[in-house]
């Protein structure tokens, strides 16, 4: 069957969430130089102000599926909207260092709610042979944020507004976050969730609105489903049967925040000053950057199936592994630092077609129906955890030495090989139920 324009409007209002997410985790690295001097940082306060939205981010990954729960994804996601648009605001008329903190804190929020409710919503109003790659957009549209920060940076730089510089770097975000809002009242609720509701009738019209070829046949499923998930007991996630999915869940997600991605990205501007770079040549590079990404994110989306999840994260590691170890020599030597941009776009390249396609993916295969959604809750709070404290430390590891995080996050990955040769089963081509049974799961 073809998907239909409510289909594909509702999906790219849905997959919106994701390139604000993108964007406002990256818009940052344009600004870090700005406010250490505007608000008199030392590297543990520029820390602290990066990772400010991070713990908005863990609270609101973790606590959204409560009111979208109870009010409904689309109306969930309304206010996420809105605390985007208030965020990004707060922090262009930030009055001091704590309003600026609180801001970005409220964007956290938003960012941590939309990353659950946007795939969640884009995924029940899908037609089930497209969902895969309909929901693989919002992923698309978090890369497509993250370049689209850094295209803006450098575009606002070259504006000369000065002092005034950083705050339409992190306010302009307020745009995109409005019209996400409107956009949201243009599209129907989940079926699932109205269906959760006990509102067939129009949970019926909204699945004949996505073009299902047999809307009744398919609420009844919806319906039966719901049915079974309430009568079935729900096992504790830290039951000794779930003792290895939970390993890998933990460990996948902790260590694609080891391979330094996001402070990486987020400190982008500051890595080129440290190399010498100006800063309108700091923020186009930045752009090449994001454009890498873009590109090495689509290629992977073509190759998680037919690859394997295994080898990608196999190969992908041991390119991580050369190019931080490369970029280590550089900040050592001070030698060879027009590599850097090169580098960097190698390393994130190797990133997106590895870590980046696979982590979440491959926390959502390896626990069974009756935990997933708990599973991927876990597997996601540790990513983002380890996300805040890296981003926290980063600033002061490398106000001590440019090279220090880089040998770091090189150890980190020539580590990861290890474990994923020595203890990842492949979950590529493997049902659900036959991969409860090889992880020894009851």
């Not at 497509?144 to 306010?171: C, D, K, M, P, T």
Request: net charge positive; charged share 10%.
């Amino acid at each position: 069957m073809t998907i239909n324009g409510s289909v594909i409007g509702s999906t790219l209002v849905g997959a919106l969430g994701g390139l604000l997410f993108g964007f406002d985790t990256a818009v940052i690295s344009g600004a870090t130089h700005a406010l250490s001097l505007a608000f008199h940082l030392t590297h543990f306060l520029l820390g602290v102000t990066v990772s400010s939205a991070l713990v908005g981010t863990v609270i609101g990954a973790m606590t959204a599926a409560i009111p979208g729960q109870k009010y409904g994804r689309r109306d969930s996601l309304r206010v996420m909207a809105i605390f985007y648009v208030v965020s990004a605001l707060g922090c262009a008329f930030a009055w001091s260092w704590p309003a600026l903190i609180f801001f970005r804190f409220i964007g956290g929020l938003g960012i941590g709610g939309s990353s659950v409710l946007g795939p969640m919503y884009i995924a029940e109003i899908a037609p089930p042979k497209w969902r895969g790659r309909l929901v693989g957009s919002f992923q698309v549209n978090v890369v497509v944020g993250i370049l689209l920060a850094y295209l803006s940076n450098f575009l606002i730089a070259r504006l000369q507004f000065g002092a005034l510089e950083w705050r339409w770097q992190l306010g302009i975000s307020a745009l995109p976050a409005i019209c996400f809002l409107i956009a949201l009242f243009g599209i129907p609720r989940s079926p699932r969730w109205l269906a959760m509701q006990s509102k067939l009738k129009e949970a019926l019209h909204v699945l004949q609105l996505t073009g299902v070829e047999h809307p009744q046949q398919e609420l009844d499923e919806i319906v039966a489903s719901i049915h079974l998930e309430r009568s079935s007991p729900t096992d504790p996630l830290f039951s000794r049967q779930y003792r290895f999915p939970v390993f890998l869940a933990i460990t996948v997600g902790m260590f694609s925040q080891l391979s330094g991605i996001n402070a990486i990205l987020y400190y982008l501007n500051d890595i080129f000053a440290m190399a010498g770079a100006s800063k309108i040549s700091g923020d186009l590079q930045a752009v090449a950057v994001g454009a890498t990404n873009l590109v090495a994110t689509l290629i992977a989306m073509t190759m998680i199936d037919r690859f394997g999840r295994k080898k990608l994260l196999l190969t992908g590691t041991v390119g991580l592994t050369i190019c931080l170890s490369a970029i280590s020599y550089v900040f050592v030597t001070h030698r060879h630092l027009h590599w850097l941009v090169w580098l960097l776009m190698a390393y994130i390249a190797c990133f997106a077609a590895s870590q980046g396609a696979v982590v979440w993916v491959y926390i959502s295969e390896v626990f069974p129906n009756r935990v997933r959604a708990k599973g991927q809750g876990l597997g996601s709070s540790s990513h983002w955890v380890s996300n805040a404290i890296i981003s926290l430390v980063f600033p002061i590891m490398a106000g001590t030495s440019g090279a220090y995080p880089f040998i770091f996050f090189a150890a980190m990955m020539a580590l990861d090989f290890f474990l994923v040769l020595f203890y990842y089963p492949e979950t590529s081509g493997i049902s659900l139920e036959k991969m409860e049974h090889k992880l020894g799961i009851d």
